[in-house]
C-alpha cells in the first residue's frame, strides 16, 4: 500500500512504537520549533583573562527537554546535545581569540575551580533554579576538555529579565586549600582509671 499525503494536513508526526500518526496543532509545532533554536544574538559580555572565564549564554533547555527515555535509559534529548554542541563552538571561538588563552589553561591544571551561575528569566517564577545547572556545567567543562569533578564551589542566583532572558557565567581559579598534616592519634590499650 501506498502511503498517501494530505496535503491540507502538513503537520503530522509519527508516533512512536504506536505504528499511526498524531496531528500537531499549528501552536505545538511552532513551539517545537523554537524550543529547538536557541537565541545566540545580542549577548555580549564574554572575556577570558587569566584567573577568569565569563561567558553569556542563552538560556538552557528545561529540564523536561533536556532528556529522553530510549530503551529504559534516560539519555540526553536532541535539544540537550544541540545546545551543548553550541555552547563548545562559542565557547572554542572565544578561546581561541584570547591573548589569555595559555595562562588559564596552565591555572587549569593546578588550580580549584568555582563556577558561578546567574540565570535571567523572563520572570522570577518561570524555572526552577537548579534545573539548567548539570547541562550547563556539562557544557562548560566539556568544551575546555575538563572534568567537571574538578569544580569544588558552585553558586546558583536567579533573576528576572523580561526583555533579555539570559545565562551569565563565571568559571574561576582558586588556590588548592591548605590542607593540614594528620595527627597520629594515641591508641588506648585500656579503659583508663578515673583519678580520685
Same mark, same amino acid.
Given at each position: 500500500?501506498?502511503?498517501i499525503r ?51 549564554l542563552p ?51 593546578? +588550580? #580549584?575551580? &568555582? =563556577?558561578?551561575?546567574r540565570f535571567?528569566?523572563?520572570?522570577? *517564577?518561570?524555572? @526552577?533554579? /537548579? ?10 567543562? +566539556? #568544551?575546555? &576538555? =575538563? ?8 553558586? *546558583?542566583?536567579? @533573576?528576572? /529579565? ?35
Amino acid at each position: 500500500m501506498r502511503p498517501i499525503r494530505i496535503r491540507s494536513l502538513p503537520h503530522l508526526q509519527k508516533t512512536k512504537g504506536k505504528g499511526g500518526l498524531v496531528l500537531l496543532s499549528r501552536q505545538t509545532h511552532r513551539a517545537k520549533a523554537r524550543a529547538s533554536s536557541q537565541d545566540w544574538t545580542n549577548l555580549g559580555g564574554d572575556s577570558l583573562n587569566p584567573q577568569e572565564l565569563f561567558v553569556v549564554l542563552p538560556l538552557p533547555p528545561s529540564i523536561n527537554h533536556q532528556y529522553a527515555t530510549v530503551n529504559g535509559r534516560r539519555v540526553l534529548s536532541s535539544t540537550g546535545r544541540h545546545y551543548k554542541s553550541a555552547v563548545g563552538k562559542h565557547l572554542s571561538s572565544l578561546l581561541h581569540q584570547s591573548p589569555h588563552r595559555a595562562d588559564f589553561f596552565e591555572g587549569l591544571g593546578t +588550580q #580549584a575551580l &568555582s =563556577l558561578s551561575i546567574r540565570f535571567y528569566f523572563k520572570t522570577a *517564577l518561570r524555572r @526552577d533554579l /537548579d534545573g539548567g545547572l548539570k547541562i550547563a556545567q556539562d557544557a562548560i567543562c +566539556q #568544551a575546555i &576538555s =575538563l572534568n567537571d569533578n574538578r569544580i569544588t564551589e558552585i553558586h *546558583l542566583h536567579k @533573576d528576572a /529579565d523580561p526583555t533579555r532572558p539570559r545565562m551569565e557565567c563565571t568559571l574561576s581559579l582558586q588556590p588548592l586549600p591548605v590542607t593540614q598534616p594528620k595527627t597520629t592519634r594515641r591508641r588506648l590499650t585500656a579503659v583508663p582509671t578515673p583519678q580520685s
